[in-house]
């Protein structure tokens, strides 16, 4: 049996396959214990079954990114060259706001006391300059240990170039029984600052995940081994930040590639609806109890090693994916101008919106509960009934100047919206894309109420509401590949473009082959023969000169291809100027079996067999008399109009006046403004 589960801040969706079946369960996520969720969704999901004799267990996680953002890592320790130890407080020069006089950087992750310098030199080409002696590493193990430290960063300058001095300081580290990330293991390439800083992460992070991974896998196995006569087997895997899975052992190790775990399982869900309803060009707008994550998608999905999570650089590859704290549980305020405000900080799952029973600080879910958007004893299938007079007794406590709850309420609807308008815009009007080419594919527990009229508000054609919308991620961690991506500086200018096919320059062959069979080596441990492995070769390319790159395909002419994406995404190229690669990547990917939604043949008709009420609601100040449906009712080929609200067990879908539903053979809900509904 394959289980895949996303644990978010307010629900842990599951999907999984019962009798060749998709089949979704939403349990509450627990803050203070995550793994806690994941075990009460095992246990749902196989009570009164027989435990499958071989468990697979994928999930995405949050607990990489809130242990960032809450500073509630290990104790780390920093061993970098003598005379470089304050490279992780210098930073970069750049100011996170250019004109405040008053403006603090975060504190570093490591203190001045927990870092060491380590007497030794590598040059920039590779050459040892100095060596470190026994007695010199034997010194600053001692150190380390004396410092209380549970995990040990080591990033010595140049180490990208020749690692043989980190490779000596680890070895006795580990000997020693401590727990240690090494920058050329993590990420060998240049920038001393990016390279330390997510060094650091990696082992800041390493103790809070290998916790975690050890409650999870222990949970899997009990739930396949209930008794002493009936073993099972449990796998248990991590989505990555940049779009793949990789075994519990090797997120344990390296935990700064699961920061973005969540949100990455939401890209490729996205990507995977789109495909089905046949749009390549696609937005993709996650909304879930906390934050909302959009992303920019055309073909494929596209990477960076250019993120940044809590103010840290993280440069290992990342999903182009960009968050903002909007999401149905984000709490409303007036601040001390009398201005709503709406998040960042949110009720979570504990204690919850007001109409959950516990809370009370009014939330987006609670807005849309007051405003008719919501039917609350749909909610989740009927098996939790929101409470819409407690929602509507606290609003009017706290609805400072606003003449009514109802205005109170679509002003926080329409500041929440503004939020996420703003999050879009960044990813595609700010990046040279108009967002009147793409269509919305809307999921995540809140998506569908805010689909609409961020799609109006920014003249997007179409919106796809795919099945299954609460539990997307989860679908999409359940169709990921085990994948594994290597890299290398390598600092090699490859001269003007003079037109043709140009072949790989030697020493970039000699690097690829390194990488490739390092990267076949860790994948035959994945459990992945060559023969069943995808290899792909990119490259890091800029103008000589510049500060930072773009990457394209090694393929054919990838000169030409690097101008080609320069001008696209800064507007001009100058292809007399000579060209650099500065990076060597190698992506490896193990296919796995992916498990897909049921298609139907569209039938037509109207969808009157699926309204099971009607309910006033209001819309833009105005009230209306919207109709309620089942969308598990709903068939291929169904249109409808609206005002209509569409409940299911995962998710609420709103369709404001003036739109047209089409459902198409995906079960998919196509929704277009003003005109006849079309797949």
């Not at 246990?43 to 809450?70: H, K, S």
């Not at 029984?177 to 390439?189: A, K």
């Not at 001269?495 to 080596?521: I, K």
């Not at 992945?528 to 395909?553: C, K, N, S």
Request: aromatic share 6%; glycine share 10%.
């Amino acid at each position: 049996m394959r289980i895949a589960i996303d644990t978010g801040g307010t629900f842990t969706d599951c999907v999984f396959l019962r009798d060749g079946r998709l089949e979704i369960v939403k349990v509450f996520s627990t803050p203070r214990s995550p793994a806690r969720a994941i075990a009460n969704a095992l246990e749902r999901i196989l009570t009164g079954v027989v435990p499958p004799a071989q468990l697979d267990l994928v999930c995405g996680t949050t607990v990489g990114t809130n242990a960032l953002l809450e500073r509630r890592g290990g104790r780390v320790a920093l061993i970098t060259t003598a005379g470089f130890e304050d490279v992780i407080e210098i930073g970069r020069q750049a100011r996170p706001r250019l004109y405040d006089f008053f403006v603090e950087r975060p504190a570093p992750l490591v203190p001045a006391t927990r870092r060491f310098g380590l007497r030794e030199r590598i040059a920039d080409g590779g050459s040892v300059l100095l060596r470190p002696s026994p007695a010199e590493l034997r010194r600053v193990a001692r150190a380390v240990q004396r410092s209380g430290a549970e995990s040990v960063a080591v990033c010595l300058l140049f180490s990208f170039a020749n690692p043989r001095h980190e490779q000596a300081i680890a070895r006795v580290l580990r000997a020693r029984g401590m727990q240690v990330s090494v920058s050329h293991e993590i990420l060998p390439e240049f920038r001393e600052f990016e390279r330390t800083a997510t060094t650091v992460i990696n082992a800041y992070l390493a103790p809070v995940m290998s916790n975690y991974l050890d409650e999870i896998e222990s949970h899997a196995h009990a739930a396949v081994s209930p008794t002493r006569r009936r073993k099972g087997k449990a796998q248990v895997r991590i989505m990555q930040s940049s779009g793949g899975i990789v075994s519990g052992a090797v997120a344990a190790r390296e935990p700064v590639r699961t920061i973005l775990s969540g949100p990455a399982g939401g890209v490729l869900g996205a990507q995977y609806v789109a495909e089905c309803s046949g749009f390549r060009r696609v937005i993709s707008f996650d909304m879930g109890g906390t934050s909302t994550d959009v992303a920019l998608i055309e073909g494929g999905m596209a990477t960076t090693n250019e993120a940044s999570v809590a103010d840290l650089p993280v440069a290992v590859p990342i999903l182009d994916i960009h968050t903002v704290g909007a999401g149905g549980g984000s709490i409303a305020r007036f601040d001390r101008a009398g201005a709503l405000r709406v998040g960042p900080e949110s009720a979570g799952a504990d204690p919850g919106p007001v109409c959950y029973g516990r809370g009370d600080r009014p939330t987006v879910t609670d807005a849309h509960v007051v405003l008719g958007h919501i039917a609350p004893e749909q909610f989740l299938g009927g098996e939790f009934q929101l409470n819409a007079q407690r929602a509507r007794e606290w609003m009017e406590r706290t609805r400072g100047p606003m003449r009514s709850v109802e205005r109170f309420a679509q002003g926080i609807v329409d500041v929440a919206n503004a939020t996420m308008e703003k999050a879009i815009r960044v990813i595609s009007v700010e990046r040279g894309h108009d967002p009147r080419d793409y269509a919305l594919v809307a999921f995540g527990g809140a998506g569908g109420l805010h689909a609409c009229d961020l799609a109006a508000a920014l003249s997007m054609p179409a919106v796809l509401v795919p099945k299954f919308p609460g539990a997307l991620s989860a679908l999409g961690i359940l169709r990921a590949d085990v994948v594994k991506d290597f890299s290398q500086t390598v600092r090699l200018p490859v001269g003007l473009l003079m037109g043709g096919v140009r072949p790989p320059l030697p020493t970039m062959a000699r690097t690829f082959r390194a990488l490739e069979q390092l990267g076949l080596r860790e994948m035959a441990v994945e459990g992945f023969a060559a023969r069943d492995v995808r290899i792909e070769r990119l490259l890091d390319m800029r103008y000589i000169g510049q500060a930072f790159e773009l990457t394209v395909a090694a393929a054919g002419d990838f000169v030409r291809a690097f101008h080609h994406a320069h001008e696209r995404r800064y507007g001009y190229a100058d292809t007399t100027r000579a060209v650099e690669v500065v990076n060597v990547r190698v992506r490896m990917v193990g296919v796995t079996h992916k498990p897909g939604l049921p298609r139907s043949r569209p039938r037509g008709g109207n969808a009157t067999s699926a309204i099971i009420d009607t309910r006033p609601a209001f819309f833009a100040g105005e009230t209306n008399r919207a109709a309620v449906y089942d969308r598990a009712r709903l068939r291929a080929g169904n249109r409808f109009r609206g005002p209509a609200i569409v409940m299911e067990y995962s998710a609420t879908t709103v369709v404001p006046p003036g739109w047209n539903v089409f459902v198409d053979a995906f079960e998919s809900l196509i929704m277009r403004k003003n005109g006849k509904a079309k797949a």
